[in-house]
């Protein structure tokens, strides 16, 4: 009883805080100059569907990860209130330290699906294998630079050395309340959830390619593909809000090493930013409010992942 009134209350929290974040990110944005962005886009307005496209099927990409990982768990997922569910986290993006992450779980307890043990364990287990697919893409990417035949055995190879890892830490939490089985990592649905979360990083870093193809300087595609994942997870890193102020300024150091000129860094680092970070917050506060209107169903969770 104790537990779920600390549940409660500590969730009345989180979201009066996320609240206040977000309204602060809102205010942030409003108050930014955007007329060199609106210049921007009105020169190059042919690119813009192609930008937001490449922005969904990277989010949609994450979304399958993610609610195929939460199926293994035996929750269930691929239906309107999983889709919301995921898309709710949206919300969280302006969250400091991954913890926009939890409102996924949150809402998968609240519609009476899943238990917050399980729930956040199988969140715990995204965020896990999300960090090997991003490491392993960049791993392959330095490889290519010098060794470009091996690229696919690098990048193949580093998944296959954290799955091993991921099977070691489990024989270390079996008999706590955190384990999971071991065939959970070694298998091929584990290596297949890797390589969608890492198509879904290769195609932000198209995000980028595409707002900086035309550009004056040396940015290359390989640079785009680099730089995109790597300033977005360095960003989130710091631990400050969505990684915001320091994404942007890892991403505008990147392309000035590359020779793209200052006067063109503010402009292209705003428009990539809009369409694939601020676009999805209005998007994942509107998925909160049509869950609110869901009724919660019974829950009778209290399964482990069975594979």
Known sequence: MLSSRLYTYSRYIAFLLLGAISAYAA????????????SFWASHGAIIPTLI???VIDVLLEGVAWAWVY??????????????????????LPMPAQLGRLIRPDAMIKQGRTT??????????????????????????????????LTPFAVLGGIAIAMLLGNMVTKLLTKTRLHLPLKFWWTWSTFLIILIMMVGWIAHGLA????????????TLWDSLFFGPGTAVLGVATGLPGGIGAT?????????VRSVPTEHLAI????FRLITFWMWIPIGWIAIGILRKITPEASDSSTEAPE
């Not at 293994?72 to 969280?92: H, P, Q, Y």
């Not at 942007?248 to 000035?256: D, F, N, P, V, Y």
């Not at 292209?268 to 428009?271: D, S």
């Open 27 to 38: 205010y942030r944005l409003a108050t930014g100059d955007w007329n060199e962005v609106t």
């Open 53 to 55: 496209l490449i922005s």
């Open 71 to 92: 199926h293994r768990f035996e929750i269930r997922t691929f239906d309107r209130v999983g889709a919301l569910s995921f898309l709710a986290g949206r919300a969280g």
């Open 116 to 149: 917050v043990l399980h729930a956040v364990k199988a969140e715990a287990v995204v965020f896990g294998l999300d960090a090997i697919s991003v490491v392993s893409l960049l791993g392959g990417l330095m490889v290519y630079q010098v060794f470009p035949r």
């Open 208 to 219: 980028l390619y595409v707002v900086v193809q035309d550009l004056p300087g040396e940015m």
């Open 248 to 256: 942007e300024g890892l991403l505008g150091t990147a392309m000035k």
């Open 268 to 271: 292209a680092i705003a428009a």
